[in-house]
């Protein structure tokens, strides 16, 4: 696509129900990154992959939290037994490997647990 | 670890005048870019202008420009003749290497820019 599609656009769930959202990016962007924005705050970085590997997961707030990316495409963000804390935007950006490469943001998911 | 610090969470600038928005950042590395992202109300956030940390030179794009001081790992925007469309939430990044090809972005947390007409 021409862009980096993030679905769904915004997510209402009650606590203790799993979500899972999903991030397309740019075709060809080996890289992608999840990170989450919270009201007020900035970008908080969740987990990143190289191709379908993720090297650095270290921004994963809980085991709750987990991440997939299958054929260096596709990503899902799977957020298990949601809590009200996890309400937040959710953002996915790619980018090409390479020095001169920027990152590419979707438009986010907005998650709100009830 | 890196940080990035934006000291001032909101902003605000009359239309056609300038605004300069600020950021320091801590590391020990030598080689890294600084980034200056915008985000709309819808979200999506736009690369506004970089600046490789090996340049000397301050990056400018059109209307953007930035002052980096290398020694003092700051690293401020400037906006000249400042337009409606301008207001937004501006990040400023911090990217490193940590792997072939492969970099971490840390970012601030944001200054909401206002626009008055």
Redesign the interface.
């Given at each position: 696509g021409a862009g980096v599609s993030q679905s769904p656009s915004n997510k209402v769930t009650e606590k203790g129900k799993d979500v899972e959202l999903r991030c397309d990016p740019i075709s060809g962007h080996t890289?992608l990154?999840w990170?989450r924005q919270s009201l007020?705050?900035?970008?908080e970085?969740l987990i990143?992959f190289?191709g379908n590997s993720a090297?650095?997961k270290s921004g994963l707030p809980s085991d709750r939290f987990s991440a997939e990316r299958t054929g260096g495409s596709v990503s899902t963000l799977t957020i298990q037994r949601t809590q009200q804390e996890d309400s937040a935007?959710y953002?996915c950006?790619s980018?090409l490997?390479?020095?001169n490469s920027?990152?590419h943001?979707?438009?986010?998911t907005?998650l709100t647990v009830t | 670890a890196q940080t990035?610090t934006?000291s001032q969470?909101e902003m605000s600038v009359q239309e056609a005048e300038t605004v300069t928005l600020s950021c320091t950042y801590d590391t020990s590395e030598s080689d890294y870019y600084l980034?200056w992202?915008k985000q709309p109300p819808?979200?999506?956030?736009?690369?506004v202008i970089?600046q490789e940390a090996y340049k000397q030179q301050n990056a400018t794009e059109n209307r953007f420009s930035v002052n980096f001081q290398k020694a003092a790992k700051s690293f401020s925007l400037k906006i000249s003749d400042s337009q409606l469309g301008d207001a937004a939430m501006y990040?400023c990044?911090y990217r490193s290497r940590?792997?072939?090809?492969?970099?971490?972005?840390?970012?601030?947390?944001?200054t909401r820019l206002k626009v008055l007409a």
């Open positions: 890289a990154y990170y007020g705050q900035g970008l970085f990143y190289q090297p650095d935007v953002l950006a980018s490997v390479g020095n920027p990152l943001f979707g438009n986010g907005r | 990035v934006q969470p980034f992202y819808s979200r999506q956030m736009i690369l970089r990040f990044a940590v792997g072939s090809g492969t970099y971490k972005y840390i970012f601030g947390t944001g």
